[in-house]
């Protein structure tokens, strides 16, 4: 179709006419806090303790990571890509709702409920993104692109050769915490990219937060598939309120007392009140953009003396943590202090911890978490 042509002597005045671009969007103290959960995710991805077998793509130069929507991408695909099945990546993280998404529809920069795919690209000195044009068939317009680390230039109409016969029609600056959005004929008919010169600095990191066109996300679903639109909000609100530190009770003797730090989607289990408040601690300082990420060897603590590593799995029901389901009977009063798991499948007797009759009136048997602090 003539919509889907590239333009062959691409204007640069069509370019800068389709482009939006907000400069400074995002304060300095957002953008450490933004880059904080970066780090975050990158550790965890490293780790594989991101859901979604297609999650994470990695190479020694750059690294991305899909969530919401991930979709066939490279050489020879142009296109011929196609959206990935239900599943294959893990959902939008809360911290990605919050920090980056919502202010962006709170100031009316997109319509709420309207992103839903991002992906975050983490490049390096010496990388790039090749000229491209994100695919229309898969992709509504426009396309929204936030900048943190270091600045870059993002090229339109450039070729990538060694000799670089091709300069650019157009060059957009993207400064940090900058918002982009291309439209019209900047995203359908010339292409963009970075080259290596074009990166200001030694890394860049940009969120790509998209809306997947409808017909294009009929896909085959993988096993706990990615959830409607309504419970993946709901999903996203019980994420919120899980970050943190939780205890089982003290009183409980048949289970030794634990302590559980919930940080995105990932929940580390200590043994000791001390190991676990000392990895909140410098948690919250990370975030805060007190501590340097790479000072922490991970985002539990430098001195790492975790027993366990669960993930919290977004589906129909809520939220899954080894076997149990979130009881969401009391969703509205009892979640910001206590937590009550259903086990999805009977064990044994001992995950009734907390003194309940679960098993003598055949409900679920289940056991209890209790905010410390709370």
């Known amino acids: 179709p003539p919509e889907l042509e590239l333009d062959p002597a691409p204007d640069p005045k069509k370019i800068r006419e389709s482009l939006t671009y907000y400069p400074g969007f995002f304060s300095p103290a957002e953008c450490r806090k933004v880059e904080a959960w970066v780090d975050d995710t ?67 920069v997109v319509p709420r409920g309207w992103v839903d795919s991002v992906v975050v690209n983490d490049y390096r000195a010496g990388s790039s993104i090749v000229a491209h044009v994100d695919p229309l068939r898969l992709f509504a317009r426009p396309i929204v692109t936030v900048t943190f680390f270091c600045p870059a230039d993002l090229v339109f109409g450039a070729s990538f050769d060694p000799a670089r016969r091709t300069p650019p ?20 008919h010339v292409t963009h990219g970075i080259r290596p010169e074009d990166l200001k600095g030694a890394r860049r990191v940009s969120l790509v937060l998209r809306r997947v066109i409808a017909e294009a996300a009929e896909a085959p679903t993988l096993k706990f598939a990615s959830v409607g639109f309504g419970l993946q909000m709901r999903n996203a609100a019980l994420m919120q309120r899980v970050q943190g530190l939780w205890r089982s009770p003290a009183a409980c003797l048949q289970v030794p007392e634990k302590f559980y730090l919930v940080s995105g989607s990932t929940i580390a289990v200590f043994g000791t009140a001390a190991d676990a408040a000392g990895a909140a601690a410098e948690v919250a300082m990370v975030l805060a953009g007190a501590l340097d990420p790479m000072a922490a060897q991970a985002p539990w603590g430098s001195n790492d003396r975790r027993i366990a590593t669960w993930q919290l799995v977004p589906v129909d029901e809520g939220l899954i943590c080894n076997g149990g389901v979130l009881d969401l009977s009391d969703f509205v009063g009892n979640l910001e202090r206590e937590l009550r798991w259903l086990v999805l ?15 003598a009136t055949g409900a679920p048997p289940y056991y209890t978490w209790l905010r410390v602090g709370g």
């Open 42 to 108: 990158v550790w965890h991805g490293r780790q594989g303790l991101l859901a979604g077998p297609k999650t994470v793509d990695l190479t020694p130069s750059r690294g991305k990571y899909f969530f919401g929507h991930g979709y066939s991408y490279g050489r020879g695909m142009r296109g011929r890509e196609e959206l990935l099945p239900h599943g294959s990546v893990a959902p939008i993280p809360q911290w990605v709702w919050s920090c980056v998404i919502r202010p962006l529809e709170k100031r009316g």
């Open 345 to 359: 499948r009977n064990k044994s007797p001992q995950h009734q911890v907390d003194g309940g009759s679960g098993a």
């Open 169 to 188: 029609a157009y060059a957009q600056h993207l400064g940090r915490g900058s918002v982009l959005m291309l439209d019209g004929y900047a995203a359908n």
